[in-house]
């Protein structure tokens, strides 16, 4: 059986605000924890209107203080726009307060535009390039502290926070791979270059303290329903945010729209197939028709499932299908 979880960017709908999206958000865990999902991950976005985890390590808190037992963390922290110190004493915070359920997943983009960027940093010497250093800083923090070492991170030094390398291109595989990390590839909306990625990955890396062989975690979109017919409604949300986003129009998420893709021109539809690739959009027997042929293409040891979707009954009803179906796939060998 293929291990499932949940990549959540607290979407705020039309018509709603972020308060009701963080309580969509802890509803979406507590739900997944039942379901059987291993983790649940919130990701970073600034000046985003229809995206409420701008705050993810506040919002991972909630989350974790509001479920049991499901891993919860960070897919990811875009550490460009953070010092290194800041961030292991966030998570050092959050592993002692929810102790082996945290995660920290690590990006190099910023997570938002340049001027957006700028206002997070107040400059921007804190350069994407210099992420590698950045990373091993980090891991330096999490390390026991030695003595007369001069900046500790209090607390965070000698805690267990996995830390795993997220990447939508080949330099964080390679990354991944040196530093013998697991790797996440966010193939839910940037699949390209997901297959040379993975082959980069297992074929460099190194064994390390925290991790004897390579791990794979691939997004994957799910919009699931009782109907292909439905599910096809209901992904149309997240394709008119999607489109809007490459057309410099952020929103917020729209509700669904019979007939979207007829209005769409033709360079539009061909982005938005290809950027689908990586998803299953359908009623349950598509759905693990889909999940079952990306399993056996890609071998990925973990799926990273994400829904946008308008209903939050809607969203949560798909996440319960592909947990439904998850018993019945096979894990490639």
Known sequence: M?????????????????????RNTLDLARHAERWGYKRYWLAEHHNMPGIASAATSILIGHVAGGTS?????????????????????????????????????????????????YALRRNLTSDENEFP???????????????????????????????????????????????????????HFAPQQMMDAIAIYRERFKPSEHLDRPYVMLGFNIFAADTDEEAQLLSTSWKQAFVNLRSGRPGQLPPPKPGYEKELP????????????????????????????????????????????YDHKARLHSFEIAADIRDSLKTPT
């Open 2 to 22: 293929p291990t499932f979880s949940v990549l959540d960017l607290s979407p705020i709908p039309q018509g709603s605000d972020a308060a009701q999206s963080f």
């Open 69 to 117: 037992t499901i891993r919860v963390g960070a897919g990811g922290i875009m550490l460009p726009n953070h010092s290194p110190l800041v961030i292991a004493e966030q998570f050092g915070t959050l592993e002692s307060l929810y102790p082996g359920r945290i995660d920290l997943g690590l990006g190099r983009a910023p997570g938002t535009d340049q001027r957006t960027a």
């Open 133 to 187: 250093r950045d990373v091993v800083e980090l891991m330096n923090y999490f390390a026991p502290a030695e003595p007369g070492q001069a900046i500790r991170a209090v607390p965070g030094a000698g805690l267990n926070v996995p830390i795993w390398i997220l990447g939508s291109s080949l330099f964080g595989a390679q990354l991944a791979a040196m530093l013998g990390l697991p790797y996440a590839f966010a193939s």
């Open 266 to 309: 033709p360079q539009f539809q061909a982005m938005l197939d290809q950027v689908l690739s990586c998803s299953a959009v359908g009623g349950p027997d598509t759905v693990r028709a889909k999940l079952q042929d990306f399993l056996n293409r890609t071998g990925a040891d973990e799926l990273m499932l994400t829904a946008q979707i």
